[in-house]
């Protein structure tokens, strides 16, 4: 079936780091990483988060969000700001509904301003965006659709998302999914989400976030 994205119901938890510079940007070359981070140690950079909603924060060696009400999203980000990027992360949902969402963002501006990348457990796919606190799904008209390109069930995907110039494209194990044009976001932070839609409980784990040069 199709799903159609909860446009009311969203609630930021995951806390910001301070914003750095993007001066290094410049002089890194096409293909070199800007930002990585395994989360094998606990830097502080992504933050922490336990409310009756969800939590967010490092665990395993790895960076966790878990959701526990209905129709929210939960994200977290470093505080950093880039103009073109390739970002990707292995997203592994450990339990909870397989009607979840979970994946990327990219040029944050601020928490009311952003695009995302993000996939189903079950399958589905969705690149949108969140302007002046509103969600907009740029991609099957307004509805997460399928891919066979997404594992389905409790197994690791490597979710991809570039933001190159307002091209805004998705890949997912190394298959293209969608793309879509949009020219609203110019720069900003990538980073890290996890939503739920009726069913609660999805607890989704990420590791080895990269951010590229494209």
């Not at 293909?31 to 988060?49: H, I, M």
């Not at 969800?54 to 129709?71: E, W």
């Not at 784990?205 to 590229?212: I, L, R």
Request: aromatic share 10%.
């Amino acid at each position: 079936m199709k799903r159609t994205y909860p446009l009311l119901i969203l609630l930021l938890l995951a806390t910001l780091a301070c914003r750095t510079s993007s001066l290094t940007e410049t002089f890194i070359p096409a293909g070199g990483v800007l930002y990585q981070d395994t989360f094998s140690n606990n830097t502080g950079a992504w933050g922490s988060l336990t409310t009756p909603a969800g939590a967010a924060g490092y665990a395993d060696r790895t960076y966790r969000i878990v959701v526990n009400q209905s129709n929210i999203n939960i994200w977290s980000h470093p505080g950093l700001d880039f103009t073109n990027t390739h970002a990707e992360v292995s997203v592994f949902p450990a339990a909870g509904p397989l009607e979840n969402r979970m994946g990327l963002i990219c040029r944050l501006v601020d928490n009311q301003n952003f695009y995302f990348f993000i996939i189903s457990a079950d399958g589905y796919y969705g690149i949108g965006k969140i302007k002046t606190g509103q969600v907009t799904l740029l991609t099957g008209n307004g509805e997460m659709l399928p891919s066979a390109a997404i594992l389905t069930g409790n197994v690791p995907n490597l979710v991809r998302g570039d933001c190159v110039d307002n091209l805004l494209s998705l890949t997912v194990n190394g298959q293209p999914v969608a793309s879509i044009t949009d020219s609203d976001f110019s720069r900003g932070d990538s980073g890290l989400l996890a939503g739920t839609f009726s069913q609660p409980g999805a607890d989704v784990y990420f590791d080895n976030f990269f951010v590229f040069k494209p």
